[in-house]
């Protein structure tokens, strides 16, 4: 297919969908993939949200744990890709919601993925932060006395600015940025690896990596064996491989500006899923390695600088802080490209007030204002990370933590919806031109479960003095996503049964239909009358895909 016929298909699938094309469709399925890549980004998570898993069953839990998390979240990638691939749009999980089930599933799913999609902003660029300030410490020892909670804030709140400012230009050059990130990602991540393999002198011991238990929340007493450790402490765990392996819904927000959509969305998802779980995993093992003492990591909060500082000299640490903090930060302009996005597509269906100003494109084709409010709520959002919090003697973030879990809690279930309701449409689903065939059924039902069980663990408490009735309590140590989540829940049903029941009609047609059509289907008629033999690309059209097939391309 030339790239002009790619075009015309792309235009004609949105119109079919309802939309005329607004956004510039120059992003390659390379560049789709790329985004989803960078928002996982094994340069990010894996440092800066390390702790989650040290704290919450040590080692043991983060080599076994990572794999066996990231392969049930490509069971949800790969639901998200067959229906992307039908419904290729910027809204993605609420525009599917609206077309498989109701308007207030669909306006319920748009909130709660821009709520999920603005924490994971707020967390990558708040993590990337950190890192600036670690990796400036490890050059200058005044620095690194002068350290402060309110310094990293202010750099937090500076690289935001950065990120605001390389996001209102060119879409284009946002997709260059995205494809640089991923040879920086890969490159990065093995030099990493290599650096903690051989430089060295001594590494841990395979029982230390894969058995080693920990328990530095401070519930139970510490036990690392019981009911209680295994149900509640470990299970914390989780949310470390499922926020580092989230926001590949950016592939989905990017569709309407990438050629190929319903094919290179749908790829581009379960692609950055598995070379992500992959690749971190490595180099996860080889961070668990190079650990030279575990009881001084923990007295470090469980922090991975502290093994870097273990097991390397000043110039290696350093090297790998840099090499990580420039992919942390290719991973906040994408996540903050791919929150936009969504931002537009729910705005320009009326979902949001101002709709207008957030729908609003610059000369370059992008939408400001959007990317504007985006930051500043994302800084308000990270306020509490100016509180300091000790667990058992040691620094834990626990705002950033719970910053961490408002994004997987909003996003996972921004997930789960359309999933259910694309599990209860069965063969009526209209598929696309990637589909999971009969293996919808078992796959779709498996990713409802999955996200269920991480919603429940990511509002649990995370040490005892976020327990309301311990003698420890205090606002400091709650993980407040309950709150957050719970309190959006709660605004939107008040605002849904007030007033937007009876002004929200869904996913609007935008497209430019000729003179004396009223619909998207109309359009589809007049096309096949025009042109006669020719398969039209309706996400209709692909019932004859075979059934029985697995995902495919």
């Known amino acids: 297919m030339s790239v002009s016929e790619s075009r015309r298909s792309d235009e004609e699938i949105l119109a079919e969908l309802g939309y005329k094309p607004e956004l510039k469709r120059s992003w390659s399925g390379f560049s789709n993939f790329a985004i989803s890549f960078s928002v996982i980004s094994i340069l990010s998570g894996p440092f800066i949200s390390f702790f989650i898993g040290w704290n919450n069953g040590g080692p043991m839990a983060i080599s076994w744990g990572w794999p066996v998390v990231c392969a049930l979240i490509l069971i949800i990638g790969l639901c998200m890709g067959e229906l992307v691939s039908a419904?290729?749009?910027?809204?993605?999980?609420?525009?599917?919601?609206?077309?498989?089930?109701?308007?207030?599933?669909?306006?319920?799913?748009?909130?709660?993925?821009?709520?999920?999609?603005?924490?994971?902003?707020?967390?990558?660029?708040?993590?990337?932060?950190?890192?600036?300030?670690?990796?400036?410490?490890?050059?200058?020892?005044?620095?690194?006395?002068?350290?402060?909670?309110?310094?990293?804030?202010?750099?937090?709140?500076?690289?935001?600015?950065?990120?605001?400012?390389?996001?209102?230009?060119?879409?284009?050059?946002?997709?260059?940025?995205?494809?640089?990130?991923?040879?920086?990602?890969?490159?990065?991540?093995?030099?990493?690896?290599?650096?903690?393999?051989?430089?060295?002198?001594?590494?841990?011991?395979?029982?230390?990596?894969?058995?080693?238990?920990?328990?530095?929340?401070?519930?139970f007493d510490g036990a690392t064996s019981g009911l209680g450790f295994l149900f509640l402490v470990l299970p914390l765990a989780a949310i470390f491989p499922a926020y580092t392996v989230t926001g590949y819904d950016a592939s989905c927000h990017m569709s309407e500006e990438t050629?190929?959509?319903?094919?290179?969305?749908?790829?581009?998802?379960?692609?950055?899923?598995?070379?992500?779980?992959?690749?971190?995993?490595?180099?996860?093992?080889?961070?668990?390695?190079?650990?030279?003492?575990?009881?001084?990591?923990?007295?470090?909060?469980?922090?991975?600088?502290?093994?870097?500082?273990?097991?390397?000299?000043?110039?290696?640490?350093?090297?790998?802080?840099?090499?990580?903090?420039?992919?942390?930060?290719?991973?906040?302009?994408?996540?903050?490209?791919?929150?936009?996005?969504?931002?537009?597509?729910?705005?320009?269906?009326?979902?949001?007030?101002?709709?207008?100003?957030?729908?609003?494109?610059?000369?370059?084709?992008?939408?400001?204002?959007?990317?504007?409010?985006?930051?500043?709520?994302?800084?308000?959002?990270?306020?509490?990370?100016?509180?300091?919090?000790?667990?058992n003697g040691a620094p834990v973030p626990v705002a950033f933590n719970a910053v961490v879990s408002i994004g997987v809690v909003g996003l996972y279930l921004a997930f789960a919806i359309p999933i259910y309701q694309r599990l209860r449409k069965g063969e009526a689903f209209q598929k696309g031109s990637w589909t999971l065939g009969r293996h919808y059924k078992w796959l779709c039902l498996l990713a409802v479960v999955v996200i269920a069980v991480i919603t429940v663990i990511a509002i649990l408490p995370t040490s005892p003095g976020g327990i309301p009735w311990d003698p420890s309590f205090e606002w400091k140590y709650v993980n407040y996503t309950p709150l957050v989540v719970g309190g959006t829940l709660l605004a939107l049903w008040l605002a849904w049964q007030l007033r937007v029941k009876g002004t929200y009609t869904g996913p609007r047609h935008t497209v430019d239909l000729p003179a004396g059509l009223t619909s998207a289907d109309e359009l589809e008629i007049e096309y096949e009358e025009h042109h006669p033999g020719h398969a039209h690309h309706h996400p209709a059209s692909h019932d004859s895909a075979p059934h029985d097939s697995g995902p495919r391309a």
């Open 87 to 219: 419904m290729p749009t910027s809204g993605g999980m609420y525009y599917w919601a609206a077309k498989l089930g109701s308007l207030r599933s669909s306006y319920f799913t748009g909130w709660l993925d821009f709520l999920g999609l603005l924490a994971i902003v707020a967390a990558v660029s708040y993590g990337c932060a950190t890192f600036i300030d670690v990796t400036l410490s490890s050059f200058s020892q005044a620095w690194a006395d002068g350290y402060s909670l309110t310094r990293v804030f202010l750099i937090f709140i500076a690289v935001l600015a950065v990120v605001t400012l390389l996001s209102i230009f060119s879409s284009h050059l946002l997709a260059i940025f995205n494809n640089i990130s991923v040879w920086w990602h890969a490159l990065g991540t093995a030099a990493i690896i290599a650096i903690i393999i051989f430089v060295p002198e001594r590494h841990a011991s395979v029982a230390d990596v894969f058995a080693q238990r920990i328990n530095n929340t401070g519930l």
């Open 259 to 391: 050629k190929g959509a319903s094919n290179s969305a749908a790829n581009g998802i379960w692609q950055a899923i598995l070379y992500s779980a992959i690749g971190g995993w490595v180099l996860l093992l080889g961070i668990l390695f190079a650990v030279q003492d575990a009881d001084a990591v923990s007295a470090g909060g469980g922090s991975p600088v502290t093994i870097l500082y273990q097991a390397l000299s000043g110039p290696w640490v350093s090297a790998v802080l840099v090499i990580s903090t420039v992919g942390q930060c290719f991973c906040a302009l994408a996540c903050m490209t791919s929150t936009t996005r969504m931002l537009f597509a729910f705005s320009r269906d009326g979902a949001v007030p101002g709709a207008r100003l957030w729908t609003r494109l610059n000369k370059s084709g992008v939408p400001l204002y959007s990317v504007a409010l985006v930051a500043v709520l994302a800084i308000v959002l990270t306020l509490p990370a100016l509180v300091p919090v000790d667990v």
